[in-house]
């Protein structure tokens, strides 16, 4: 089980490393476009579409996991020792998926703070300055309060009728 959440947790950090060098540039994958498209089916220029890089979930997941067997097989026939297993494979490709994932949505967040920085900025100095505006309305208010009951403190109250006395003049008693 330590095994697994190493190479899961090494393979989150090869699928952030993989979809940031896709992002960068494509040229990988523009050569077996190149071989396996004809002129006119080949990619333009301008696409940057890379193997992980702006693919859907299955797509990524049949080259992420046809890259994995490839691998594998490799290392089957250079380490005659039995170390790549079924969970380790499964490991490996849930990882980088992830870690492709991880990487799109920290790409994505980092375009929208920079397109927003500045509309982010007036919108934390305008709640900062509502939030002034609220505290001095506390205080004026709190000063308000106090001096209306510094005012009923201060009037003197006249003679009051007991409750006897109100109850008798009520016709009550």
Do not use: C
Not at 7 to 15: P, T
Not at 51 to 70: H, M, T
Not at 127 to 151: N, Q, S, W, Y
């Amino acid at each position: 089980m330590g095994l697994d959440l190493i190479i899961f947790i090494a393979a989150i950090f090869f699928g952030t490393f993989l979809y940031w060098k896709e992002s960068r540039g494509n040229g990988l994958y523009r050569f077996f476009n190149k071989i396996f498209n004809s002129k006119a089916l080949q990619m333009k220029p301008t696409d940057k579409k890379g193997f992980v890089y702006q693919q859907s979930f299955l797509v990524r997941l049949v080259f992420i996991g046809f890259l994995f067997l490839v691998g594998i097989v490799i290392t089957r026939f250079l380490i005659p020792i039995d170390i790549a297993t079924i969970s380790i494979f499964a490991s490996m490709i849930v990882g980088t998926l992830a870690g492709t994932y991880l990487a799109n949505f920290v790409f994505k967040s980092g375009e929208v703070i920079e397109e927003k920085s500045d509309s982010l900025e007036d919108i934390v100095h305008d709640t900062i300055e509502k939030g002034k505006d609220f505290i001095e309305d506390l205080k004026t208010k709190e000063t308000e309060e106090i001096e209306d009951v510094e005012k009923i403190k201060e009037e003197p109250e006249g003679e009051q009728k007991s409750a006897r006395e109100r109850l008798k003049d009520k016709g009550l008693l």
